[in-house]
Structures are given as structure tokens and as C-alpha cells.
């Protein structure tokens, strides 16, 4: 049954006061404003498990998950006893701590392809440090990028504030399309430095696309970066890449390698990363390789080795995708999710959008967080009796619309 009232009032007030003090550009992601337009709340109070609540009160399922950075659970208990350990100790110091030699061994065992890593804070600059090392690698500068890698300059050249000059170092291709990359490397052949890719994007690569961008990329000397900060730790530890079995020359982490705290990573190739120009690039910041990040991402692969997490998400995320979709099939409603299970992308036709869109809203008044446009996420706080309630919440939400 839907809620009598999910009220909004404190979130819309709080909101109310959002750009009188707040830039509001450090988070356009988010979409605080156009969500709370479509009826969704704006601002979070707390979180534990798969669940938030907003500032008013109400409880919701969450699919969105932070937009990907929660994997084991909000408020995980292995991730705060280790976290609490390492801040007992420090949580920055003057020097290297040995824990970043521990948590690379890790890493380089558990992902394919990882000869050597380094640690960042934020998807964004691990990006950014993939494309500064492939230009020192290769000493070319321009860039070819597929799908969303940052908010860096390199990685938004569209965007006001970035000069034209840094801009022209970016070439965009579509998704899934090898000819266009071909055709971009041919005509600006010795120049381009790397191909980044965000491996999964729309519903997914077509087949034999990441290994052609690899392939594509060494043929006219570049690069190849595969971006798997929202996809690494879910579809598998590696990625795409480990999960098609593809080995890019490097490769970006973030989001769900902490549940929630702010580290990040790159792996890749030791003759790329531990090349004399690759050790000497400068890319220092006072908490890149933050100790509780570290202890964070610990936690996260130790519990999910031993949960079996990754089969985990993809078994109740098939879950999802197949009864959503079964469910507004049924009822001719457009609404699906596509692509990967840990991952799904909802979709819609923009002629039944308002009818999908106040399917949400009923999903949300009965306490489920499902979004209309940005890839949800699972977590191993998510049980299958979630599943099935959230099915059927998609369910009676359609039969309210008459």
C-alpha cells in the first residue's frame, strides 16, 4: 500500500537556501534541483544497509547507492572496524604508510592485468593521472575519450571554463563504434597519447569493442585506458576488462573499491607505469593515498571475496531487470532496465515518460528509491526479499495509474 503522505517540505526548504550559500556546480550530478522538480527528495539525513532516509523522515530502498560507491552496505561493519583501527593511528602522515604496499599486493593479485597501482583520491583524478602518464609514456598530448571520466579539463572540453586550447586535446567518438575510432587515430596519427573508454555504457559493449579499442589504440601508438570506476568491484573486481577478458595498459578504480570512502586507483602495465618517465610524472596530493581509504578498500575485497559478492550482485540484479521488466512489459508501460545486473540502466520512451515517471513516484511513496534516467547499483545489504518487494512496488505503482 503507498504511504498516505511522503512529504518533502524540510528537503524543498533546505533547498530553498542551496545558492544563496553553496556553488552549486561542485555536484550537478547529483541534479538536486531536477530531481526535486520530478518529486524526488534533495537532501539525505542518514543511511545504514541498502536504506536512506531524507530529512523528512522517509525511508526508501536505495538503487542509486551514493551513484555507485556503496557495495558491501551503508555504515558496512568490517568497513568501520578497520576504519576506526587506522584512525586510532593517524589519518595522514609526512611519510609512506606500509599499508599501501599491502593494499597493492592485493590489488595486483586480485586484478587481472595489474602489475603495479597507485592511489588517488577521486575517480576523477585517477583519470586524470591515467591520461598525464599516458602522455609522459607516449610524449603526445591529445586524447580521445568515450563516455564520462571526470570533471577535469581534459575530460570536459564542452564545458565553460575550459580554455580552447586545452580543449583541442580532446577527441570524443560514440560508444561501441570501432570506425569512428579508427578514423579519429588516422587523422590525427602521432599525436594521440591514449584512447579512454568507459566500458560499459547504454547496455553494454558490443562484442570484440574493448579488445578492437586496445588492438585500434597500439596499432597507431597510443594507449589504451579502460575507465572502470563505476564498473570495477561490480560486474567483477577487474571490470569489464577482467569480465570480457580484456587487458587494457591501464586502467581507473574509484567508487565501490571503498563503500563509500573517497580513494581511488589506477593499475596497469609495469613497463608503462614504472617506465623512468612514468616514475618521475608529478601527480602528489596531500591525501593521495589516504590510510582510511586504504583500510576501507581492504575491508571491501576481503568481504567480498568471502561473501562471493560480485556472483551475489549479479544474481539479484538479473533479479531486478527481469521482473521490472516483466512487470511494466505486462502493462505496456515503457519503463525497462537494460544492460548489466550489478549495473541496470533504466530506459523510457520519451512519449510515455510522464506515465513512467509517476510510476517512480508512487515506487518512492511506497519506499523505493528507483531513478529514471542514471544506472542503479546493488549492494550486498539488498536481499532477495528487496527484490521482490520492489518488484511489486513497480507493480502496484503502475495499477495507480488507471
Known amino acids: 500500500m503507498a504511504r498516505k503522505h511522503h512529504a518533502l517540505d524540510k528537503s524543498k526548504a533546505l533547498l530553498d537556501r542551496y545558492d544563496d550559500i553553496l556553488v552549486r556546480g561542485y555536484i550537478p550530478h547529483k541534479n538536486i534541483f531536477g530531481m526535486a522538480e520530478k518529486g ?13 532516509w531524507d530529512v523528512d523522515g522517509n525511508e526508501y530502498l536505495d538503487y542509486l547507492l551514493g551513484f555507485g560507491p556503496i557495495v558491501l552496505g551503508y555504515d558496512n561493519p568490517a568497513v568501520c572496524e578497520a576504519v576506526q583501527k587506522q584512525m586510532a593511528d593517524g589519518t595522514v602522515y609526512s611519510f609512506a604508510h606500509p599499508r599501501e604496499l599491502a593494499v597493492a599486493d592485493l590489488l595486483v593479485d586480485t586484478i587481472p592485468g595489474a602489475e603495479m597501482v597507485g592511489f588517488f583520491i577521486g575517480g576523477s583524478a585517477a583519470t586524470s593521472g591515467a591520461v598525464r602518464l599516458s602522455r609522459a609514456y607516449t610524449g603526445r598530448d591529445k586524447v580521445i575519450r568515450c563516455g564520462y571520466h571526470g570533471w577535469h579539463d581534459w575530460a570536459r572540453p564542452e564545458d565553460v571554463g575550459v580554455p580552447k586550447i ?43 569493442f574493448l579488445q578492437g579499442c586496445v588492438d585500434l589504440a597500439h596499432r597507431f ?60 610524472t608529478w601527480m602528489t596530493a596531500t591525501a593521495h593515498g589516504d590510510p582510511l581509504s586504504l583500510a576501507a578498500m581492504e575491508a571491501v575485497i576481503q568481504e567480498l571475496k568471502r561473501l562471493d559478492g560480485i556472483a551475489y550482485q549479479w544474481k539479484i540484479g538479473d533479479q531486478l531487470i527481469g521482473g521490472v521488466n516483466d512487470v511494466c512489459g505486462e502493462a505496456g508501460l515503457s519503463y525497462r532496465l537494460v544492460g548489466v545486473g550489478p549495473m541496470p540502466r533504466p530506459v523510457m520512451d520519451d512519449s510515455d515518460s510522464e506515465r513512467c515517471l509517476e510510476m517512480l513516484r508512487g515506487c518512492l511513496a511506497r519506499g523505493f528509491y528507483l531513478h529514471p534516467t542514471h544506472p542503479m547499483f546493488l549492494s550486498l545489504a539488498h536481499t532477495e526479499a528487496d527484490i521482490v518487494a520492489t518488484i511489486e512496488a513497480v507493480r502496484e505503482s503502475i495499477a495507480d495509474l488507471g
Open 166 to 208: 586545452v580543449s583541442d586535446l580532446t577527441l570524443t567518438i560514440p560508444y561501441g563504434d570501432l570506425d569512428a575510432l579508427e578514423s579519429c587515430l588516422k587523422a590525427h596519427d602521432n599525436q594521440i597519447a591514449c584512447v579512454v573508454m568507459e566500458t560499459i555504457q547504454e547496455s553494454g559493449p558490443p562484442d570484440g
Open 40 to 52: 524526488y527528495p534533495a537532501f539525505v539525513q542518514r543511511a545504514q544497509g541498502a536504506r536512506f
Open 221 to 280: 601508438g597510443a594507449l589504451c585506458v579502460f575507465d572502470e570506476t563505476k564498473v570495477g568491484f561490480r560486474v567483477a573486481f577487474g571490470g569489464a576488462g577482467e569480465y570480457f577478458g580484456v587487458v587494457p595498459d591501464i586502467a581507473t578504480f574509484g567508487k565501490a573499491c571503498c563503500n563509500g570512502y573517497a580513494g581511488s586507483f589506477i593499475a596497469g602495465k609495469k613497463e608503462i607505469l614504472g617506465a623512468e618517465v612514468c616514475r618521475s
